[in-house]
């Protein structure tokens, strides 16, 4: 290939001297082109001590994989020179300007596996897209976000949501710290007791943030959690989120059901006997949805659902007249109604004859106030309930992952709005018509 392509690549590579391309080979059949980029310095600085003009030792050759050129895959290929310095004495290789150390990729390749991932498309696609093993872009991950975690600013975080993430069915979980204003995940560390908390409050002051300076923690009514606040956030005031408080009353709704279906099926026959196997299953998915939410076939199971003497239908109208205490508490977002809706709800619980609502009665009575900090607090529990979505969207992206710190590192990329990241390499071209003026006859 002629002098004018040679010069054409080392612009396009961002080239600059002593590096150059020396040489183009495209091979149609091999589906690659191979760029061969040579240092034409015959004496340079010591990566070491900075001494200008020290002579070349040697050269090693090394390759790395870059962007695809058209449909063909690139690779750079170098003689990379190694220094040997006479002010500090020792023989060191140069960096290059186009990748990390030690890495087979170049930058923008890493950025845009990045690019890719963070946008929520799964790792093992990526991988899959982009023609390389897993491990190797799980790796990238881990570093850059370990690198823009470094750099990341937590000084002036206040509110927090504390939630559990399960990596897999039945097995580990992992704690994670939301920046509710934010929006931010903030943290991330395998495990679920209290003392998840005080690596939180260790990391936080290494961000530059102060476990003092929390001034409200939005959590479940995890024990080990209340706990972990209590020593290591100080001044933290405590809210319930009504996501995880209508997810425990769903769950007592439940128990009644399987109780009553499986040990007094004589008297649901009786009550609801007419209908079909299929009208029968309606009733569990309707008891769990939304009423909005309905088709028509649980429109219709619910409607007999009602009017059946069940304990089944009690503990229905028990946890959907717990969630319109807290729509009411979202629409006046007073305090004293609040208390006073959810006092005459407890009352019912503990009167209703249903062991699990007694129960859920009861836990909700010994954490009264901060069950209606968590009524109030519309922006903690909008911002909970939608991180919980995004977290399982990070699981799926993360599919595949083999331990806690690929999910972490990916919860990190998508949801920790990680500022000190490589940019994307696809940026908009500028039109090649900008700058030009259109004469008209």
């Known amino acids: ?92 290789q140069v960096s290059v300007p186009w990748a990390r150390e030690g890495s087979g990729f170049t930058l923008l390749f890493e950025a845009l596996g990045l690019a890719l991932c963070q946008g929520g498309l799964p790792v093992r696609q990526s991988a899959r897209m982009l023609r390389v093993r897993d491990k190797q872009l799980w790796r990238r991950i881990e570093h850059y976000v370990t690198e823009a975690r470094r750099k990341q600013d937590m000084s002036g975080v206040s509110l927090v949501g504390i939630d559990e993430t399960q990596l897999r069915k039945g097995q580990d979980y992992v704690t994670v710290v939301h920046d509710l204003d934010g929006k931010r995940l903030l943290f991330a560390t395998p495990g679920r007791d209290h003392t998840t908390l005080l690596e939180f409050a260790v990391d936080l002051r290494a961000h530059g943030g102060e476990p003092a300076a929390i001034a409200h923690a939005c959590m479940d009514m995890s024990g080990a959690y209340r706990k972990g606040v209590g020593l290591y956030l100080p001044n933290a005031q405590i809210s ?44 569990m998915w309707g008891m769990r949805r939304n009423p909005m ?54 009352s019912w619980a503990r009167r209703c004859r249903l062991e699990s609502f007694k129960r859920l009665g009861a836990t909700l009575k010994s954490h009264f106030d901060a069950v209606v900090r968590g009524m109030l607090d519309h922006r903690s529990n909008a911002f909970v309930e939608a991180m919980n979505g995004l977290m399982q969207q990070a699981k799926r992206a993360a599919r595949g992952f083999r331990t806690a710190a690929n999910f972490i590192a990916i919860a990190y990329l998508q949801l920790g709005k990680l500022t000190h990241l490589p940019a994307s390499p696809f940026v908009a071209a500028t039109p090649r018509s900008a700058g030009l003026t259109t004469h008209r006859a």
């Open 1 to 92: 290939m002629g002098v004018e392509i040679e010069s054409l690549f080392t612009a396009a590579l961002g080239l600059q001297a002593p590096w150059a391309v020396e040489a183009v080979e495209l091979n149609t059949t091999k589906r690659r082109i191979d760029f061969e980029v040579r240092c034409k310095a015959k004496a340079l600085s010591c990566p070491g001590c900075g001494a200008a003009q020290q002579g070349i030792h040697d050269r090693v050759r090394r390759e790395w994989r870059h962007l695809d050129f058209f449909q063909f895959e690139a690779w750079l290929h170098a003689e990379v020179p190694r220094v040997a310095c006479k002010s500090c004495g020792k023989t060191t």
């Open 240 to 283: 319930y989120d009504r996501f995880h408080i209508v997810k425990l009353a769903g769950e007592a709704m439940d128990e009644v059901r399987r109780a009553e279906w499986r040990g007094e099926s004589a008297r649901v026959q009786a009550e609801l006997g007419h209908l079909t196997a299929q009208e029968r299953r309606s009733i």
């Open 293 to 346: 939410g309905w088709s028509e076939t649980q429109i219709d199971a619910m409607y007999w659902l009602q009017r059946a003497n069940l304990k089944t239908a009690r503990a229905w109208r028990l946890k959907m007249a717990l969630r319109e205490v807290f729509a009411r508490a979202r629409t006046h977002n007073d305090a004293q109604l609040a208390s006073a809706d959810l006092k005459a709800w407890i």
